[in-house]
């Protein structure tokens, strides 16, 4: 027999806040927070478990537990907002006054099957994109194996037949228009749910999440896109004349946007699959990480063990027994999960987590580094109050690992015994400039697309850009910022942005914007505080306990202080700046600068 429910005659505490009367005290603004953290926390956790299995068990029960769990957390944060407001203008000590900010900053509900729809088309847009597969025809007309993306991202990375490219590049983008207009409701939603806390829309709630005015956030993204912008038109030009090398004038235009295909990479976003044809003419070192790690039969849980001793070098804690038990490191082959590498924390204690679909390439060595920066977080600031366990601002949560990223030098890749000493030297001068243009392939190759992905974004939330304009708007944008045009013609109804896993998931990408810079900075920071003096490329702090310490202070603070605060705490900077990332590729611009002339001489030949 099924026991009759209570939850019609209980209120929850932060309910009664909001339905008190009179003038509020601070110390009623008190219990209020506590009250509030103390409900959001509990809820948080389920619903991080709830999209944990939503995302490494894909069905249709899995993403409707998903979505009942992000309801309830979405109902409490809204109810919590609310309630919030009463205590605006009273004056209560900074870490409370920051707390009560920080709660406002959400989408809020009134009505129940709005916040009902919301969730449901989120889990499902996310469900979809990991289903997505394309089944090319056989030449019969039959339809043949379908392709998941990780299969068709191997063919763009390996092949050099363009048409075969541009199969993959139209198989994958024709996947997502299935979810578009599904997309086109969310974002309706989304935006009543901003404007119930005063946001004219999402975007702009976004953009006020930085500790300065929206406006301010704006201009600051496009003051340091302008300032890194002339390294990138480089490379971009450098890089065109190497494609046009490789598959002709006919192919890759002389001026003018290049179809975004040739890149190496379903977005274009980075172009590290591009560097056997863009390295150096000679010189270049023939080291290869990907084939060291899968000659060794490298596994998914030897490349996070690599990573871990990184970080355990600076002197942090081993990673929990938790995180090697329920970590899903390798694609099961009995069912779909959602490979795109991401970390977790479930809850406020030590159980954190990644899922990632690990092969043994340098690209995943990479990634796997990244991701463990997010784990390192995640327990470095454990033990703040709920609202302050996040990132100083969300960039600084992608930051992270990429600064111990940027120590995978030869220096660190012949102590931990993948690269003989031999093969760091190899190359003299040109080696450098190529190791120099391998990480320019991801780390500046990216900066427009993760500038226009939310620029898009902010136009689209704000109804500049409507739903038929979708395609229109990201491709006039891509053109303009990053040089880059669809391989194919548009068509209608067609939805290319959502073929990003950002936009089906929603999840904002300024933060990886803002982190390409602030990793540099604080990759900076990091060699000064261990000492060093030479090139900045060629600094690895591996083993260092002294930059390590300088590092885990940041982390523990948390969101707990403005931005700028946590910046300045690891780097003595107060505003970010792109300076450190030229600083770092200096000797590659150069470089790029010297072959560009001397291909704009040859052409004029």
Same mark, same amino acid.
């Given at each position: ?22 003038? /509020? ?8 927070? *506590? ?6 926390? $509990? ?47 009273? $004056? ?6 920051? $707390? ?32 997505? &597969?394309?089944?090319? +025809?056989?030449?019969?007309? %039959? ?20 048409? $075969? ?63 890194? &912008? ?28 290049? /179809? ?37 039969? %490298? ?12 970080? %355990? ?27 795109? *590498? ?6 406020? &204690? ?39 366990? %996040?990132? #100083? ?5 992608? #930051? ?42 991801? +780390? ?159 052409? +004029? +030949?």
């Amino acid at each position: 027999m099924l026991a009759a429910s209570a939850i019609s005659v209980a209120i929850s505490p932060v309910q009664a806040h909001a339905a008190a009367k009179g003038k /509020p005290s601070v110390a009623e603004a008190e219990q209020f927070l *506590a009250d509030a953290e103390q409900r959001l926390n $509990k809820l948080n956790n389920e619903q991080a478990r709830g999209a944990w299995v939503g995302a490494n068990f894909i069905t249709d029960d899995t993403e409707a537990i998903s979505s009942f769990f992000a309801e309830r957390f979405l109902t409490a944060s809204g109810e919590v907002a609310i309630a919030a407001r009463r205590y605006n203008g009273l $004056k209560l000590k900074p870490e409370s006054a920051r $707390k009560l900010k920080l709660l406002q900053q959400t989408l809020v509900f009134a009505d129940a099957k709005e916040r009902e729809a919301y969730t449901t088309i989120q889990a499902a847009m996310t469900g979809a994109y990991g289903k997505g &597969k394309y089944c090319p +025809k056989n030449a019969d007309g %039959t339809v043949g194996t379908c392709l998941a993306l990780g299969e068709m991202e191997k063919v763009l990375a390996e092949s050099r037949d363009p048409a $075969k490219l541009k199969e993959m590049w139209v198989g994958w983008h024709a996947q997502s228009p299935a979810y578009k207009d599904r997309y086109a409701e969310y974002v309706a939603l989304s935006n009543k749910g901003a404007k119930q806390m005063g946001f004219a829309d999402t975007g702009l709630m976004w953009r006020a999440q930085y500790d300065m005015p929206p406006e301010a956030f704006e201009a600051e993204m496009e003051r340091l896109w302008q300032q890194v &912008k002339p390294l990138y038109d480089s490379l971009h030009t450098y890089t065109r004349h190497k494609l046009r090398q490789t598959y002709g004038p006919d192919v890759v235009p002389a001026s003018g946007p290049i /179809p975004a295909h040739l890149f190496g990479n379903m977005w274009s976003q980075t172009w590290d699959n591009l560097y056997p044809i863009l390295k150096p003419a000679s010189g270049a070192s023939n080291y290869d990480l990907s084939k060291v790690l899968e000659t060794r039969g %490298t596994s998914a849980k030897d490349m996070t063990a690599y990573a871990e001793r990184f970080y %355990t070098s600076l002197g942090m804690q081993k990673l929990p027994e938790s995180f090697w038990e329920r970590s899903l490191l390798t694609k099961p082959k009995d069912r779909d999960v959602v490979c795109h *590498a991401s970390a977790w924390p479930i809850d406020e &204690k030590d159980d954190v987590r990644i899922k990632m679909c690990i092969t043994p390439t340098a690209e995943n060595f990479t990634t796997i580094h990244h991701e463990l920066g997010h784990i390192y977080y995640f327990l470095g600031y454990n033990k703040q109050p709920l609202l302050f366990r %996040t990132g #100083a601002n969300d960039g600084f949560h992608e #930051a992270i690992g990429d600064t111990v990223a940027l120590s995978i030098t030869p220096d660190y890749l012949q102590k931990v015994g993948l690269m003989e000493a031999s093969q760091a030297d190899n190359g003299g001068a040109d080696a450098e400039v190529g190791q120099l243009l391998r990480r320019a392939l991801s +780390k500046v190759a990216i900066l427009p697309f993760a500038y226009s992905v939310d620029k898009w974004r902010w136009d689209v939330y704000s109804g500049k850009t409507k739903p038929a304009d979708y395609d229109a708007s990201w491709w006039k944008l891509r053109e303009q910022m990053m040089g880059m045009q669809r391989p194919a013609a548009m068509s209608a109804g067609g939805f290319d942005a959502g073929a990003k896993y950002h936009v089906a998931a929603d999840v904002p990408y300024a933060r990886y914007f803002l982190a390409d810079m602030l990793q540099f900075q604080f990759h900076r920071a990091l060699c000064r505080e261990a000492g060093y003096t030479g090139p900045l490329h060629r600094c690895s702090v591996y083993g260092n306990a002294k930059a390590g310490a300088k590092l885990q202070a940041m982390l523990a603070m948390g969101s707990s202080k403005p931005w700028p605060e946590a910046l300045k705490a690891i780097s003595g900077e107060e505003k970010i700046d792109g300076g450190a990332l030229l600083d770092y590729f200096a000797p590659l611009k150069t470089w790029l600068d010297a072959q560009n002339r001397q291909f704009a001489a040859a052409d +004029k +030949k």
